[in-house]
Structures are given as structure tokens and as C-alpha cells.
């Protein structure tokens, strides 16, 4: 390829955006031939430890139990390589895969587990990610142990991004699928209130959305940006039920048959841009809004 300085500093921010290696320590060197007339690049890393370990633990007092928080991250992950023990360092690296497992509780007060994993470049012919992940939480405000008064989220969500090539490759695009299911047992009143202000206090409520994702990043690192912008627009939205099930068997004054099913659009808009002032000094720009509607009143 001919020579591009511009070419080089883009690889330079796509090898930092990988989070796998020190910023500070990065090298990039250009011995030219002059006989032959050619340059040969060579980028030399060194790499920095990328997984996360998060553990506390304490006692809440009698009636409340453990209070604490578990958590791992690795995100250098490798399915392919799990028989591969030359690779374990110490689970299977070098995909780039991001696994993920945590759980936090505070006694019989509150619990929350959470699992994803991500795969960057599903198929490994472009850069495709594909994404699992789940959780449940439960909040537990019952003082009683004959009667329950409780609120818990149910979440799984998948979802595939692709990088772009058009109008430029700094594009991404993501589609996501989420099914989020909120249970309440008795629940205080307030929380959950409709426009007539009737408090929903009992009964299982659903969110099936989509999620889409239009991200344009040129920013040159993403733990501490010191220039370079973000533009991603997003809409979550869910099937318009009211629109497809029959109205005049809707019976609002039934709000566990009636809301079973969320219904709602959900727009966001963000823009940040980073500027170098001097040394290590930079300013961030940032603007952001959100807007949600509704399909039927």
C-alpha cells in the first residue's frame, strides 16, 4: 500500500481501542529503504492485564444476613481454546471473547445476578459481535416472614453490531432484543402509578423491545479520550399491542390484564467531543436527549 501517516495513526487507535495493551508503552516504527523505496511498520506493544476480580463481603446483622458483591470479568476470553492449556492464564485467552459473571447481595433485602458474553468477531471474517446476556433482581422489603412484599426484573437480551463501511468505516450499527419481565408481590404503593393514580402493586408485566444503534467513534482511547468525538443515535422500541389486540376488550379497570404487555418508543441522542488544551489538560463537550412516546393514549 502506499504510504499514509493518516493510515498509521488509525491503526494505532484501533490497537488501543482493543483495551489489551499500555497505552503509555506503545511504539511505532518507520525504518525506510531507501533502494527499494519501501517502509516497513512495526508496531511494538506491550500488554497490560485486562480481566477484573470484585469481592467484598461484610454482616449485615442478625435478620439481614451477608452483605457483599462477587464479580469477574475476562476479556480476552477464548471458547475455541479451552482444550488448548498453553492458553489458560488463567482461563483460555486470545479471542478477545468477554465473559462475565457477578452477583451482589444485601441480605434477604436485595439480590441481583448478572451473566453476559460477547463474541467480537463472530465467524472471524469481519468484525460482527454477537452478545448474550441476562440477569434477575429482587428487592425484598417484607419484615415478615408470612407475608411477602417484593418487586423482582427478569432480563435476557441478545444482540449482533457490525462495523460499517459506508458513509465511512467508523460507523457502527447494533440491533438488540430484549424480554424484561417485572413481578411484584405486594409492593409499595406509589411506586408504579397510573394516570388515574392507581398504584400497581400485584401481577407480572412484560417489556419485549428492539433495540437499534447508530454509533459514528473516532476517539482515540476509550479509558481516558484525550480527543476525537462520539455520535450514536439509539430507539428502543416495542410492538404497538393496543394497535393489534382488539380495544373494546381493554379493560382498564383490570391493569394486570391490561399492561401485561409494555408498549412505548424510546429515542436518545449523544454527542461528545474531546479537545487536547495543553499537556494533559482536555476539554469535554457533551450534549444529550431523550425523548418517549407512546403508540396509543
Request: charged residues 20%; glycine residues 8%; proline residues 5%.
Amino acid at each position: 500500500n502506499k504510504f499514509s501517516r493518516s493510515d498509521i495513526i488509525r491503526s494505532q487507535r484501533q490497537i488501543l481501542n482493543l483495551g489489551y495493551f499500555n497505552q503509555e508503552n506503545l511504539d511505532i516504527q518507520t525504518p525506510v529503504n531507501q533502494q527499494a523505496g519501501t517502509v516497513d511498520i512495526k508496531f511494538v506493544v506491550e500488554e497490560k492485564p485486562s480481566d477484573q476480580l470484585e469481592l467484598s463481603a461484610g454482616w449485615g446483622g442478625v435478620g439481614n444476613g451477608v452483605i457483599g458483591t462477587l464479580g469477574v470479568t475476562f476479556n480476552n476470553f477464548s471458547v475455541r481454546n479451552i482444550l488448548n492449556r498453553e492458553t489458560w492464564n488463567p482461563l483460555p485467552q486470545g479471542d478477545g471473547q468477554k465473559v462475565s459473571l457477578r452477583a451482589q447481595t444485601k441480605g434477604r433485602f436485595y439480590q441481583t445476578y448478572n451473566a453476559s458474553f460477547s463474541e467480537p468477531w463472530l465467524g472471524g471474517k469481519k468484525p460482527t459481535s454477537l452478545t448474550v446476556g441476562g440477569y434477575y433482581t429482587k428487592l425484598n422489603q417484607s419484615f415478615s416472614s408470612t407475608f411477602e412484599q417484593s418487586l423482582g426484573i427478569t432480563n435476557f437480551s441478545v444482540g449482533l453490531g457490525t462495523r460499517l463501511r459506508w458513509p465511512d468505516d467508523n460507523f457502527i450499527f447494533s440491533a438488540s432484543a430484549n424480554i424484561q419481565t417485572y413481578t411484584l408481590t405486594n409492593w409499595r404503593p406509589g411506586s408504579f402509578v397510573l394516570d388515574d393514580g392507581t398504584s400497581l402493586t400485584q401481577g407480572n408485566y412484560n417489556d419485549l423491545s428492539l433495540t437499534l444503534n447508530l454509533t459514528r467513534s473516532t476517539i482515540n482511547e476509550p479509558t481516558f479520550p484525550t480527543s476525537g468525538s462520539t455520535f450514536s443515535v439509539s430507539a428502543r422500541i416495542t410492538p404497538p399491542f393496543s394497535s393489534i389486540r382488539d380495544e373494546n376488550k381493554l379493560d382498564l379497570s383490570n391493569p394486570q390484564e391490561a399492561f401485561k404487555w409494555l408498549e412505548y418508543h424510546k429515542w436518545k441522542l449523544n454527542a461528545e467531543w474531546y479537545s487536547p488544551v495543553f499537556d494533559k489538560f482536555v476539554i469535554k463537550a457533551q450534549i444529550k436527549n431523550g425523548l418517549i412516546g407512546f403508540y396509543n393514549k
